[in-house]
């Protein structure tokens, strides 16, 4: 299994506010792409991957809204309208949700008031962590276990002492080259690097 973690520092957590960002300062189109090429590929999804999305522009908690397109009985369509209507959907499921509580959606989406520290916790009891960063080890030294698990952002960068308390956790960091590339873009180098490994 392949999990994404998208960490949208700049993401509002109020749904109408999430729609009216794109394109705009808060770049939500972000999370349509990230979702997008990490859950479809042509006319079909992805089975073996899980992504999780973290809205953390909030008046009160963040929002990590997990999908499972395997789990999903209606993906959707592959534009950003339909997916960044998912989010939406399941920010407007989370109103007077109270800390760390959790709501199902729709089958394959649920929706949780939980931080991204504490997201990431969970994750390293039984995934492999990686950070993604230029300054990584290249992605093709990497050797990959069953259940690599990817931490990216939006185009705000990771604080610095997220990045102390991740090495606590075991993630390490992985390169795709010395260009900056948009999260979306990495997904994709991401599958590809692993399509080879096959398996994964
Ligand atoms: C647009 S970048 C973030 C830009 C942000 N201003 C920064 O300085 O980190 C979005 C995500 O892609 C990752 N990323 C971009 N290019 C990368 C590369 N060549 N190798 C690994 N990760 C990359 C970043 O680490 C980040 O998680």
Do not use: W
Not at 36 to 51: E, G, P
Not at 54 to 60: A, C, K, M, R, Y
Not at 164 to 173: C, I, M, N, Q, Y
């Amino acid at each position: 299994m392949r999990t994404f973690v998208l960490r949208a520092r700049a993401a509002p957590t109020d749904s109408q506010k999430l729609l009216a960002g794109v394109g705009k300062e808060a770049h939500t189109e972000i999370l349509a792409h990230t979702l997008m090429n990490a859950i479809f590929v042509a006319q079909s999804h992805r089975a073996d991957v899980v992504v999780y999305l973290v809205l953390e522009s909030t008046q009160d908690f963040s929002r990590t809204i997990r999908f499972e397109p395997n789990a999903m009985h209606d993906i959707g369509g592959f534009n950003e309208a339909a997916l960044l209507g998912k989010i939406a959907n399941a920010l407007d499921t989370s109103k007077g949700m109270g800390k760390d509580a959790t709501r199902p959606v729709e089958s394959g989406v649920t929706v949780r008031t939980v931080s991204f520290e504490r997201l990431v916790q969970e994750l390293a009891e039984d995934h492999q962590l990686f950070v993604m960063d230029r300054k990584g080890t290249p992605i093709r030294e990497q050797a990959f276990e069953d259940n690599p698990c990817f931490l990216l952002t939006d185009h705000i960068p990771m604080p610095k002492k997220t990045f102390h308390s991740l090495e606590r956790l075991g993630a390490k960091k992985i390169s795709l080259g010395s260009k900056m590339l948009f999260a979306s873009q990495c997904v994709v180098l991401i599958h590809h690097e692993l399509d080879q490994h096959g398996g994964i």
